[in-house]
């Protein structure tokens, strides 16, 4: 399978509040991967590729969440060792820049992490 990715992913956990647009329904949701575009997020409900949704990150050590409207790529059945729900591809449509800068300097941090672990 070919790698369509423009950027590589981080993994990480993160709690998020997802609305779904077309619904006007939030839930919960858990934030698996993530990088500059998109995310691999765990929801409860299936949806369909196209859906728009507004989520609200909240990043460890920042008291305030991070805000991005994002469409759903793609939607799978989550694995068995995964929590219960569907494994949700999301990309980012809409992200404030000073929001994209928080999220992208807690990523950074949590890889500088890793390498040092990793040595």
Do not use: H
């Not at 077309?22 to 698996?32: Q, T, W």
């Not at 793609?74 to 929590?83: D, E, G, L, R, T």
């Not at 494994?87 to 404030?96: A, L, N, P, R, Y």
Request: aromatic share 8%; proline share 3%; hydrophobic share 35%.
């Amino acid at each position: 399978m070919t790698e369509r990715r423009r950027f590589m992913r981080f993994e990480t956990v993160l709690n998020a509040l997802c609305e779904t647009v077309s619904e006007n329904g939030r839930s919960s949701s858990e934030i698996k991967n993530i990088s500059k575009d998109g995310a691999l997020l765990i929801l409860a409900k299936q949806l369909t590729q196209g859906s728009e949704l507004k989520l609200s990150m909240d990043v460890p050590g920042d008291n305030v969440p991070v805000f991005a409207s994002c469409e759903v790529a793609w939607q799978k059945i989550s694995s068995s060792n995964a929590p219960k729900g569907y494994e949700t591809g999301v990309k980012f449509t809409k992200i404030d820049n000073a929001d994209k800068g928080r999220l992208l300097e807690y990523i950074y941090t949590q890889w500088l992490k890793f390498l040092d672990s990793s040595r």
